[in-house]
């Protein structure tokens, strides 16, 4: 375990949170030994998706749309003088026909005018709402999202998840003011699994006091 292990973590639990399924994806290689590209996180989120017992509205961070498919290809930092996407990726078209054949989500007779569309947003010049946005293909919008719990909202000028919004979120969903009716908020931890249920006891137990430097701590990789 390491601080970028913990950030991947943080980001797949605020995705979930917001109503995400989460994988991870490696692209293959035909040469022996490598890998093309690994994929920290791809996340999508199902048009008729509800949760109302939980009583706590998706983040606006996201901007999603009702009525669509919304996937989300992340890429996770852990250093602020490096947040965007990986080489193989801004450059290696068929590293994203590879991911988004993987997806499901297209015909793969679209994959090509999909990619030569999406290409241009994973660039580190676009533009925060060029990426927010995204394109839609048949229903389906696909954005790009950089991930870096040790960013503050100060950090970028592209589209980037970033610590403080991370913690926001997480502490509404698991520390309400108020006991909810329909949705107990204490219950066995362990039913998150490993690796939530440490992040999750770590939220709940420390409340307005949990810093990403705390959970570095007590993961052990302070």
Sequence with gaps: MNRSDVDEILTQLYLR????????????????????????????????YSEPERQIEPSEFLGMKQGETDLILCEVKSETDAIGFNRALKEDPSTLFSILRRSGLFPEERLNDVIDRFLPLLQDEVKQNCAKTGIVEANVRIRPLVCCPP???????????????????????????????????????????????????YIKETHTEATLKGLYERFGVA
Excluded: M
């Design 17 to 48: 949170l917001n109503g995400y399924f989460t994988t991870g994806f490696i692209a293959h290689s035909p040469e022996w030994g490598q890998a093309r590209t690994e994929v920290d996180c791809l996340a999508v989120r199902h048009p008729y």
């Design 151 to 201: 960013a503050s909202a100060q950090t970028s000028q592209r589209w980037c998840l970033h610590g403080d919004e991370i913690f926001q979120f997480l502490f509404k969903c698991f520390n309400p003011v108020e006991r909810r009716d329909s949705c107990s908020t204490r219950y066995n931890f362990q039913q998150w699994g490993y690796p939530f249920e440490p992040v999750v006891r």
